[in-house]
Structures are given as structure tokens and as C-alpha cells.
């Protein structure tokens, strides 16, 4: 069965943020990909960059996949790297070749009525959730508010932002403090930086809150610096996470090689989609890491985290779960702190045509 037309599309889609007046207008890019047949994958791409991701893959990668093979997995994702990123470069490249992988995955798993989660190595259906549910835009209370909210609807595992209210590190750490209290001991705690901090500024807020049972600091440096990130866990006993809008696995690989985290995360819509996400997750497993899905979209990174054994689970975003109930029917069902996947093929997810129609951007 060959690879028939592949077109991306941008979307703006309009979401409601738990606690706050102001909804958010998230962009999407969509990748619909059908076989000669008639049979549907649909994919996503990261969202940054989206028209030059765009015009990538509807001039120049959807014509070259056009005619291949839909079940040679690795065939066509090697053709597509040696093509089109034999330098390994991230950014536009990565996150168009990750909407085309996703939306090929969907295709094969159709087509052989298969699960993707299955297809990448099918470990379990039930995937280990985590929460981020500490948004900058919070004030304390409404932080706090919303840790208990969470730990309510089932959450053990919640992540909040640290480094980006512009207070500095003192209100930093009476955040993660009040945090701390009102969730008890009992509920694993993360917190990330998005690569926001100096060497200097992250190793006194790990020491700062190393006493509150810390999960993971994430991203806590500028730019995942592999020597920088490296130097900041001989400083603290805080496990360090990072990697997830790394773009290709050998800078994957140089996080691990570096001895620069505790947890190696990634996602597919930045690194590739799925054929190199799987490849991240064998890396980790090689290092004796776990790997996780940071930066959200927890419906398509949970086939991944799903398929390998050394897991550790998925971010769900607040906003981002109400984004992926908005754009398609049949999202994952999530209970007591679990995605659970099911044996639908492909993805599992359909979207709304509607949806879809009506919030399409023409370029």
C-alpha cells in the first residue's frame, strides 16, 4: 500500500485556563496523511514556527513521501533524515519531520488495525501521568488552589514553573513551599525552569527547596547546556530532567553521554515523531535512564511512553487536555493519575471535522 496525498494545515483553537478570566488561542498544526486507498492518519506538528513548517511539508516532504511504502517504517524516516536533515538540525526541520512521522504511524496503525503504542513495542496500555498544574500567571493562592484541585480529580504526580515570575528566588521557594504544604508528602512534586536560570541561580534554588522532596528539576539552565546541567548535578541532590524540545537524538544522546540528567525526556512532535522517539527511549534505556514526555500533547507522546519499559509517563498540561478534548472525540480516557490507551488503530484519536473546518487559517 503506497503513500497517497499528505497536506498540513494551521489551526487556531480557542481553550479554557483553569483559574484564569482569559481563555488561550493555541495554534496547531495538523498533517493529514492518506494512502492510495483511501485510509486517513492524522498527525501533529510542533507548534512553533507554523509557516515555515507549513510550506515545508506541503512542498517539499509530502511530495517526496508521496508513492512510498506505507509500512517501511524506518525506510522512509531514513530517506526523510538523509534528505532533508543529514546535519541533524532541529528547529523548523524536526518539528515538520515530526508531523509527517506521527501522521504515517496513524496511516500504518490503520491500515493494520493495530494500536500505535503496540506497533512501537506495546509494554502497557496504562501510562503514568503527570500534572502541570502551576502556571506563572498563578498568584499564590490560586496556585495553591490549584495543586488541591488537582490532587482531588486523582493526580500523585504534579509539576509546577519556577524561575519565570520575575520575584527572584525567595518568592520561588515560598511558592514551592506552599506547594509542598498543601499537597502533603505523599504527592511527587517536580518543578521546571524552562531553561530559564544561570548555572548559579538554579543551584541555589535546588538547594533552596532540596529539603521539599523534589522529583525532578526540570530545564532548570539556559539552552540545556550539556557542561552546565552536568556541573549542577555534582551541586545538588535534586535529579535533574531535560530534553524535550531537543530536535534530533544525538543531542539526546550528549545529555546522557554527558551525564547531564537523571531523567531524559522528549516529545514527538519536536524530535522527529515517533521513529525517532523510539530511538530517544532506547538511548535512555542503554544509560540506564528513564525517559519521559515533557512539553505536553500527552495524547500522542503516550504511544511512546506506552511502548517502552522504562518509562516514566507523560505530561498533561491543564490547558492542553482541554485543547485535545476540543480537537478530537474519542481522546484517551485519564483516571486516578493514568492515561489509558486502547487497542483502536493507529492513534486512537479522530478529529472534528468541524473543529478543524472552522478554525483552519488560510495561508
Known amino acids: 500500500m503506497r503513500i497517497g496525498q499528505v497536506r498540513a494545515s494551521l489551526h487556531r483553537v480557542q ?30 506538528a510542533g507548534p512553533q514556527f507554523h509557516g515555515s513548517v507549513i510550506e515545508l511539508i506541503n512542498r517539499e516532504l509530502a ?17 526523510l533524515e538523509q534528505r532533508f536533515n543529514a546535519r541533524a538540525m532541529s528547529g523548523v526541520v524536526s518539528c515538520a519531520l515530526s508531523g509527517i512521522d506521527i501522521a504515517l504511524w496513524d496511516l500504518r496503525g490503520k491500515v493494520l488495525g493495530q494500536p500505535v503504542w503496540r506497533l512501537l513495542g506495546g509494554y502497557s496500555a496504562r501510562v503514568p501521568a503527570y500534572l502541570t498544574f502551576g502556571l506563572p500567571e498563578y498568584d499564590l493562592d490560586q496556585l495553591v488552589e490549584a495543586a488541591r484541585l488537582a490532587v482531588s480529580r486523582g493526580y500523585s504526580r504534579l509539576k509546577m514553573v519556577v ?34 536560570l544561570e548555572l548559579v541561580d538554579a543551584a541555589a534554588l535546588a538547594r533552596a527547596v532540596s529539603d521539599l522532596d523534589i522529583a525532578w528539576f526540570e530545564e532548570p539552565v539556559v ?36 551525564s547531564a ?3 531524559l525526556q522528549t516529545n514527538v512532535l519536536y524530535v522527529g515523531g515517533y521513529t525517532e522517539g523510539l530511538k530517544v527511549a532506547h538511548i535512555a534505556d542503554g544509560f540506564r535512564l528513564p525517559v519521559a514526555n515533557g512539553g505536553g500533547w500527552a495524547e500522542h507522546n503516550a504511544h511512546l511512553m506506552a511502548a517502552v519499559a522504562n518509562s516514566e509517563g507523560v505530561e498533561m498540561h491543564a490547558w492542553q487536555w482541554g485543547l485535545a478534548s476540543a480537537l478530537y472525540a474519542s481522546a484517551p480516557v485519564v483516571a486516578e493519575g493514568e492515561m489509558h ?23
Open 15 to 44: 481553550v479554557e485556563v483553569p483559574l484564569l478570566s482569559q481563555p488561550r488561542v493555541v495554534p496547531v498544526v495538523v498533517v493529514r496523511a492518506e494512502s492510495e486507498d483511501g485510509a486517513v492518519g492524522h498527525g501533529v
Open 63 to 79: 511530495p517526496f513521501v508521496a508513492g512510498r511504502d506505507v509500512l517501511l517504517t524506518e525506510g522512509v524516516a531514513h530517506e
Open 163 to 196: 524561575g519565570r515570575s520575575g520575584a527572584g528566588l525567595l518568592e520561588d521557594v515560598r511558592r514551592v513551599q506552599g506547594v509542598r504544604q498543601a499537597i502533603g508528602p505523599n504527592v511527587r512534586l517536580m518543578i521546571d525552569a524552562n531553561e530559564g
Open 223 to 258: 539552552g540545556n547546556d550539556v557542561a552546565l546541567l552536568a556541573e549542577l548535578r555534582r551541586r545538588t541532590a535534586v535529579p535533574i530532567a531535560a530534553g524535550q524540545f531537543e530536535g534530533h537524538r544525538y543531542r539526546l544522546r550528549d545529555l546522557a553521554v554527558g
Open 261 to 263: 540528567v537523571d531523567v
Open 341 to 363: 490507551l486502547t487497542d483502536a488503530p493507529g492513534l486512537g484519536l479522530e478529529p472534528r471535522e468541524e473543529v478543524l473546518r472552522d478554525t483552519e487559517v488560510r495561508t
